[in-house]
């Protein structure tokens, strides 16, 4: 069964910090992971999206790697705003198990002005 | 392109009622998922429809059942229901069913008295 890990659970940083969120998994026959935001009693946002064949995606100031044979995921945020605060959540999505998709418990990030 | 929308967006019931929750995907999108997000489990895979069909289950009870009529639009509905059902329930569409990038819904917001 896929588990999927974040560290940190929270990380508060000043404004313009450059910043890494980890993600793990423990299975690596996955077809892809995505990268999502939430804000507080909100929906999820789609940030980035990492197919299984690709090593990394970029959008803006946002930056996701993906190393599947050590079942590990980073999204780095470069210069960090007040407006990047909210949860940040990873999902892999399995090969296998009807492409059955797990959620980590995401990293809260406060960036404080 | 109008987004996913969910409805209603917040709901109040008591223990043993039933409720029914509505998702309407993107335009042109055919699989839609439910998931189910709670502070202390996370966010939680309930079932996936496609082609008016249901493609996938999570671990979840019998009272959590749902449909997707011939226009993608999809219901999910919850019987008998208990405290512990409060959560934040979330619809999200994609193109396909399986692996395509998903795009949620505002979610709506059940709460169980």
């Known amino acids: 069964k896929q588990e999927v890990t974040q560290i940190p659970a929270a990380l508060s940083v000043p404004e313009g910090e450059n910043l890494v969120l980890n993600c793990s998994f423990t299975d690596s026959a996955i077809y892809n992971l995505q990268w999502f935001r939430q804000d507080p009693g909100k929906g999820l946002t789609s940030l980035l999206l990492i197919q299984s064949s690709q090593r990394e995606q970029t959008s803006g100031r946002l930056n996701a790697s993906l190393d599947k044979s050590s079942g590990r995921s980073t999204l780095y945020i470069a210069a960090s705003q007040p407006g990047d605060s909210a949860t940040y959540l990873c999902?892999?999505?399995?090969?296998?198990?009807?492409?059955?998709?797990?959620f980590g418990a995401g990293t809260r990030l406060t960036v404080k002005p | 392109k109008a987004g996913v929308t969910q409805t209603p967006r917040y709901l109040i019931k008591t223990r043993g009622q039933q409720v029914t929750l509505s998702c309407s995907p993107i335009?042109?999108?055919?699989?839609v998922s439910w998931y189910q997000q709670t502070p202390g489990q996370g966010l939680q895979f309930l079932f996936e429809?496609?082609?008016?069909?249901?493609?996938n289950k999570g671990n979840f009870p019998g009272r959590f059942s749902g449909r997707q009529f011939s226009n993608s639009r999809s219901e999910m509905n919850v019987s008998t229901l208990e405290l512990g059902d409060s959560a934040l329930y979330l619809c999200?569409?994609?193109?396909?069913?399986?692996?395509?990038?998903?795009?949620f819904g505002p979610g709506t917001r059940l709460t169980v008295l």
């Open positions: 999902a892999v999505r399995s090969m296998y198990n009807n492409n059955d998709m797990r």
């Open positions: 429809y496609f082609s008016e069909t249901q493609r």
């Open positions: 999200a569409s994609s193109p396909q069913q399986g692996g395509n990038e998903q795009f």
């Open positions: 335009s042109g999108h055919r699989s």
